[in-house]
């Protein structure tokens, strides 16, 4: 099956400090990827949603000068959390669409994650 | 009001017990996910399904559209199947997903 790459898979900074998180698809072509955030004992909340070649679309209430979103190519994007603060600590997650398909099904392929320590 | 509710919120089972898992919705979907969260944190989507009924190995995914209802199915369980079991409905639009049951399979 398609395969998303997240990395790193946990990571601890220092307050004030940027920090930056990957996500590949291994086998395929994603044109689309999606950020999410996820707090202890709760769901997935999207923070954005990332195509390739163009300005990511953010979530209302999600700072987008704070979580910085890049999708350069049609295998990877990355999520830049800029000056973290504590609060910021959190489990980010991402996941991918295969460019192939044209009408889109809504079949996703999620990466394992990435939590977020900031002291 | 949340779009996906998910029953029941924690779920602790015998190992070879049958489980079910419930989702409803209250929006229009094109299809509906069944995720499986490990605890350290990696998502494996199990299932989507947009109509009928799908199986593999253990596990079975049913989904009534016009009751806006699927349930998640494990039968013979057991302690590796100790997850948070997340069902997702994709509107066609967007996503929405429900708060997860905490399954945990006692041996």
């Known amino acids: 099956g398609a395969v998303v790459s997240q990395h790193p898979s946990w990571v601890i900074c220092k307050s004030g400090t940027s920090v930056k998180i990957e996500c590949r698809s291994l086998d395929f072509q994603a044109t689309t990827m999606f950020w999410y955030r996820q707090f202890p004992k709760q769901s997935l909340m999207l923070m954005a949603t990332s195509n390739e070649g163009s300005k990511a679309t953010y979530e209302q209430g999600v700072e987008k000068d704070k979580f910085l979103i890049n999708h350069a190519s049609l295998t990877l994007s990355t999520l830049t959390v800029t000056s973290a603060h504590p609060e910021d600590s959190s489990f980010y997650i991402c996941?991918?669409?295969?460019?192939?398909?044209?009408?889109?099904?809504?079949?996703?392929?999620f990466g394992e994650g990435s939590r977020l320590t900031v002291l | 009001k949340n779009e996906v509710e998910q029953s029941p919120q924690n779920l602790t089972a015998q190992e070879g017990e049958f489980i079910t898992i419930n989702c409803s919705y209250s929006v229009g979907i094109s299809a509906l996910h069944w995720l499986q969260q490990h605890p350290g944190g990696g998502i494996v989507s199990l299932f989507m399904l947009s109509s009928g009924k799908k199986k593999h190995g253990r596990l079975i995914a049913t989904i009534n559209i016009q009751e806006k209802h699927s349930s998640l199915h494990i039968t013979a369980s057991h302690p590796r199947d100790s997850a948070v079991y997340i069902c997702a409905v994709y509107t066609g639009n967007q996503f929405y997903f429900g708060t997860g049951t905490s399954l945990t399979v006692i041996p």
């Open positions: 996941s991918a669409r295969d460019a192939k398909s044209r009408v889109w099904s809504g079949e996703l392929f």
